[in-house]
């Protein structure tokens, strides 16, 4: 029975079924309930963010008090939400999140059943009538933020042709030029440029070619790292796409003889800002510009969507968190380096570390990281800025490429004084790293002791889910390969590509195919006797580490991706 003291507030049914489960006290559910009232709260938001009840119990509770049912979010595909039904502020003020909408019904997650005002106030500003699926609050407010953001993701695709060319483009730092054609800036040709621009973000390409040739004109996108060609705009247009995006770059049209570099802003809604690195280059039939699509939320995926071993993290995660030392990441131009950097950097930002980058140039923009773009005019190298970096009291410092021995020694003696220095080589993997750095005259002392762990990458384009098929390979095929016989006894399936609605070609996104080695005693014995990268990757063998080959092929048993890829990519 409700006591005296509980007679002045009106807890819900569900609030009472707590007590009577004997989940918290009276007194808890009282005082919860007055604190959550006094702070705008949701009772069941205030339970879970003040740690006093599991978010998961109270929503079986719930589920059995109201006889509600009860889903799992993270079950839920986030990206097709009808969340545009709902006013974005009454989704985050309520925390009710629109799963479905049946003709006029609209099905709301709620944590909280008995959330009647949240119902009341969507009704009315929607118009529809609307049934409760209940969920665990935590899980909720993580499913509000991705929801809203993929919405405003899968939107971009969407704008209208007389939209296009309101789209808000923020170019670098600079004024126009004067001699602007005023064919640049007409209608057509502004929508065709954005359209163009928003239709690679939308396919999830990575750069945009715009080809002029004798007698024809194309774009091509580059998509999980192989171009496609899109389209073919009339030649007679060329220029004038040429003249538009070198405005939009904020380069001089007028001078068509040397290669410029510029930069380009894009706002696609209000939570959504995309950067472009534009590069020009005189051909023989006119100015090739190539577009960089530099999109920050790819630093953001989290170490875990790298696509890591379990051994591999561990070992990468252990030495980012060491005080002092230098990690390498090694693999050609756009196998992912910058990313795995960035996930790293992610990891250690805080506001009592003091983080440095120097790049050629700075292609993700992270808040709360001193981030400086290499310009050689001015003398500013990556030498120079790290120089200048071990005067500015820095705890971690990235640099973007390790090309000479002037850099490779700076580096290394900031890896020696206490501090954790991150930097990329151009190799092929991990061990002829080490002897990269020899070649380029960094004694092998410096080396063994400043270097903490190299890890080497590619990236592999996924295999899509929705239309891979199984692959009949004879044994002595998969034996070649490098499977062993215990692998195939076991029941190995590799998958192929086929090709569907949901992909290109069979191949959906990629993921990172990595060889982590730790620089242990015996590899820092055989750096000090000048031992050669065969040497060295015999030694890692021994010591268990995957090179990139095994690491492909375990990706392949895992059905992650397909043994002609893992050939394209790995098979020297």
Known sequence: MPTEQASNIKPSGLAWRLVRDQLISEQQMISAYE??????????????EQRILDSRRIAITASHEFGVPLLDLTALDLSNLPTNVVDERLIRKHRALPLMRRGNRLFLALSDPTNDKAQEEIRFNTGLATDTILVEDDKLHAAIETAIEAQDTTTIGDFMDAELDKLEVDSNDGEAPDDLDANIDEAPIVRYVNKILVDAITAGASDIHFEPFDKFFRVRFRQDGLLREV?????????????????????????????????????????????FRVNTLPTLYGEKVVLRILDSSSAQVGIEALGFEAEQREAFLSAIRKPYGMILVTGPTGSGKTVSLYSALNILNAPEINISTVEDPVEIQVPGINQVSMNPKTGLTFAAALRAFLRQDPDIIMVGEIRDLETAEIAVKAAQTGHLVLSTLHTNDAPQSLTRLANMGVAPFNIASSVLLIMAQRLARRLCTHCRTPLDLPREVLIEEGFTDQEIDEGLTVYGPVGCEHCTKGYRGRVGIFQVMKISEEVSRLILEGGNAMQLADQAQREGISDLRQSGLRKVKAGVTSLEEINRVTKE
């Open 231 to 275: 389209a073919n705009p009339p030649l007679n247009i060329a220029s004038r796409l040429t003249a538009r995006l070198k405005v939009m770059s904020r380069m001089n049209i007028a001078e068509r003889r040397v290669p410029q570099d510029g930069r380009i802003k894009l706002k696609l809604s209000k939570t959504r800002e995309i950067d």
């Open 35 to 48: 604190e959550s009232t006094k702070q705008d709260k949701g009772f069941v938001r205030y339970l879970v």
